[in-house]
């Protein structure tokens, strides 16, 4: 059955600036305007469908371009930070520590001593008998890592330890034979790495770098 629009009453005809449906009583025919209004949503309409489609390459991985100023900001701000690293002592101590530990491994492998390890050891044999608390002053090991390096030391057979005469709740620490031994196989690898370090200096400012560490060291330890 076809269909019969029919209109109950009469429908304001279309003005500028409104789309819609008219309908005249007489005939029942439809007419649709269309206005400026219908443009400027099919414009809108456009412009989210492509800020989408940027959304969407952007998820995709893919990224604008770097404008030259921004570019040449990221330069700069590179380079301050380097620049501010360079002049930190914090910074450039513990790196040249790390150095030195890399070094002294490489060099002193065959040991299987770390560098705190042989300065303990080096530290007892310079003055057996020493208490832990004696080796925490002396190294500057702090407590926990240095009872960790004393356990460790004791379980290879490098040291040994008794009661202390001058206070019964101390342990006095000594070498071992054994220890004797790793020590005497460590210090060649220990020079060598000395002398790697060293040896990145003019020979007049060698020992006036390691005055410059002694006075650092001494004056933290006040």
């Not at 449906?21 to 007489?26: L, M, P, Q, V, Y």
């Not at 090991?141 to 009661?163: M, N, P, Q, Y």
Request: hydrophobic content about 40%; overall charge positive; glycine content about 6%.
């Amino acid at each position: 059955m076809p269909l019969i629009l029919q209109a109950a009453a009469p429908i304001p005809i279309f003005r500028p600036g409104q789309w819609g449906f008219a309908f005249t009583r007489d005939n029942a025919k439809m007419s649709m305007g269309i206005d400026c209004n219908l443009r400027f949503t099919t414009n809108c309409l456009q412009f989210a469908l492509n800020c989408k489609k940027k959304s969407s390459y952007r998820r995709m991985g893919q990224r604008r371009a770097v404008t030259p100023c921004e570019e040449r900001r990221s330069v700069r701000m590179g380079a301050k930070n380097s620049n501010q690293l360079e002049r930190s002592a914090t910074h450039l101590i513990h790196r040249a520590g790390q150095r030195a530990t890399d070094i002294f491994q490489a060099e002193a492998r065959d040991s299987g001593l770390t560098p705190r390890q042989f300065a303990v050891l080096m530290t007892i044999a310079d003055e057996e008998g020493l208490t832990q608390t004696d080796l925490v002053d002396r190294t500057g090991i702090d407590r926990s890592t240095l009872a960790d390096i004393v356990a460790r030391l004791l379980a290879r057979g490098l040291i040994h330890r008794k009661r202390a005469k001058e206070d019964g709740r101390a342990y006095a620490i000594k070498l071992t034979s054994q220890g004797w031994k790793g020590l005497r196989d460590a210090e060649p690898g220990a020079a060598a790495t000395d002398l790697r370090l060293l040896a990145v200096l003019p020979p007049a400012k060698r020992q006036e770098f390691l005055d410059i560490l002694n006075t650092i060291v001494t004056a933290m330890n006040k």
